[in-house]
């Protein structure tokens, strides 16, 4: 039934009622009564229809209320859950109840996927309290108003996940220091004395505060500081009774043996130790004397090794002194300590500075054969040799020097004081070796400089050139070797013909058709010109350069050859041959320089001379 029908009957219904009552009334009353009936069943229902609209009003006024909370709930939802809610604006045509529920239901996940994080970020916190509660560490903030985002949720996830590992690793941690200070106190015979040692190391109690990782960490300390000592006293008395033992040459095999067996680091070795340690210092007291002498040649020979001075040696003013005491020994027990810890903490200074030695001997050596005169006679490659070493040698050299001046500086920087050896700064010292060494290269170099210039200076005047001093002088005026050839118009056939020709001339004896080496008929070449050269010159006097012209030399050497020529007796099968056989050409290459020349000069033109 539609409502304009309600509406309808409700007022046909009105309207029986109301003329219901009219006629009751009239019947009942006189007018005036009936006219104050009407009066009020219209106020009576003018009432009712307020009352009645009133409360419509206000549930319209609710309803609307309830949809604007509706929509701020989905605003927040949106703000906490960092997503997008579209709720739109209610159509005219639908009632306010019905989009009341539609909006009710839109949100209604939200909520569930709200109270789901709210859920999981309080059960993180809760976890993040508890490991911190435990470890001691301060809590990391994670709000609920607006909701972390995922990736601030990973990251607080990560960070749980380092407390956890953190736990874990305090609790193995733990352990390991209660497992390591029963240890130790068992090594030491050392038993709990306090409840609180003993619930400390309990490993029941899983107590991952902070205080009590720090008191197992103080106690952890403690005896392991106790046990080091231990064992460095164990490892010292034993040292002392081994020298003891070297030094009073003792043959006592049980205790020896009781002492060797006792190999571990606990009290009972200790005690053990210093018992047998007590023994032989006795035994050393009846015995200082030879202590004494024996401390004497140890710390020599630590002298030595060391490379102290007769300065630096005789400051220990005890080893010269014939006193045999307690204190007397305890000094020379003190000096041969001090001497050995410098050698062991500067063992590299030494290693280095020894084989620096070493090197420089070798290198002085083979210097020395290097100028030695009869360093030629070696054979074998043996002066190849002892050069490439000699070059290794000045390699290695500074490189190690640069070692030793590195370690030198951090010694001196943390001692305050030069590293001596022989009582000098060993910077000055390898300076002076280099120094010795270049002033010992300088001077052999300047005495054969003064010798080249003495022996100028004493050159006697140079002989007259003739045939047998040229020959004697060919090393220095040039030979027949130095020939330099030029190109030739003829053949080498035609050239060693006509040195043969002039070899006959200047042998006749010789067998006229036994051939001569190309060679030898080269040099009589030579010495024939040679001997043309040393005819005086006319007008040149003492001690004036003589004038000759390329153009003379040629001249000489063509009238050498033609005479040669003349005077020669071939057979007739020789003649026949000699007559069709050209003349040699002589060219003589100009010098470039000016025609006048010393005798000097003349001789090296030699070289410019070439057959054709």
Known sequence: MKFSEHKARILALTANHVDELQAMWTRMFEPQTCEDCIVRLEAHAHSFYTDIIKESRDKEETINSDMAALRTEATDLKRLLHKAVDIGQRPDDVPLTIWYMKLDTSIDHLREELAIRRAEISELLQQQQQLCDELGELPHPLLADPLPLPEEMDSFRDHLAQLRDQRVQRLKEMDQL????????????????????????????????PESYGRLQTMHKEYVDQVQELRERIDGMRDKVDLLWQRLRL????????????????QRTFDILREELERCQAMRQQNIKTFIDQLRIEINEWWDLTLKSTKERRRFTSYYCDTQSEDVLELFERELGHLKEFYNSNRRIFELYSTRGELWSRMEALEAKANDPNRFNNRGGQLLKEEKERKTMMSRLPKIDQQITELVKVYMSQANTPFLVHGENILNSMSADWERHHQSKKQPSAQKKDTNNASIKMKPPMAPLTPNTMKGNRGIHGSSSSLKKTPSKLNANTTAKSTGNLQKRRHPNHGRNSPQPAAAAKRNLITSLECNNSVPMIGVSNGQKPIKSPQKKVRVLEYSVRRGKASGRPSTGNRNHQRNRPIPQIHVRPPSGEENESPDEESGDLEAFAVY
């Open 178 to 209: 209660r497992h390591s200070i029963r240890h130790n106190m068992k090594l030491l015979e050392l038993h709990l004395q306090t409840d609180s040692e003993k619930q400390l190391l309990n490993s029941d109690t899983h107590r991952l505060s």
């Open 251 to 266: 043959t006592d095999e049980y205790a020896m043996r009781r002492v060797r067996e006792s190999t571990s680091y606990n």
